[in-house]
């Protein structure tokens, strides 16, 4: 017995033994308004449902954006202004606090403590500064977030250099984090 449906989106006709799974959820979905229709024909397809090679399964138009001829992402050319640097600024500094960290714990002392401290706010003020800029819009809420993330970096900057003065500094608290 060869029952067959004819999808409403095109004039293709199905053969309901040689429909795999993805020609099913989309014939429900597209026959979902009819709901005693869809119930009973997805029902008739799960059950009879064997994946054949060669199903001819109609898609959506294919549309494509038209290429873009400027740099997105990267180090900036030469002849762009100078704020552009700041992307090459970010991987200079990640590539200075990769090897401090372990130095910072494996080898203790005030200039690794003081340079790590400078390096960490620094580069976690750069990434709220990101998140703000892309994310908080408005006409007020920029010129407020902006400065407390500012505010935010100098105050957590004035706490690591108290505790690297008055403690026993960030390496060996990370250190003694490790031992307990």
């Given amino acids: 017995m060869d029952r067959s449906v004819v999808t409403p989106w095109a004039p293709v006709t199905l053969t309901l033994a040689a429909v795999n799974m993805a020609t099913l959820t ?11 229709l869809s119930r009973a024909l997805g029902n008739a397809l799960l059950s ?14 294919l549309s494509l954006t038209p290429v873009a001829h400027k740099r997105i992402y990267g180090p900036p050319d030469p002849g762009m202004p100078v704020h552009t640097s700041h992307w090459k600024n970010e991987r200079i500094l990640d590539i200075f606090m990769a090897p401090l960290i372990p130095a910072t714990v494996i080898f203790p002392n005030p200039v690794f403590d003081m340079a790590l401290s400078t390096l960490l706010c620094l580069h976690i003020n750069w990434g709220l500064e990101g998140v703000v800029t892309d ?3 408005g006409e007020m809420l920029p010129k407020i977030a902006h400065p407390a993330v500012l505010v935010m970096s100098i105050a957590a900057f004035a706490c690591l250099c108290m ?5 026993v500094g960030v390496g060996q608290a990370i250190r003694s984090l490790y031992s307990l």
């Fill in 135 to 137: 994310y908080v819009h």
């Fill in 26 to 36: 989309r014939l429900r979905s597209s026959l979902a308004g009819n709901c005693v």
């Fill in 163 to 167: 505790f690297n003065y008055t403690d």
């Fill in 48 to 61: 009879r449902a064997t994946p054949v090679a060669g199903v001819i399964v109609p898609h959506k138009a």
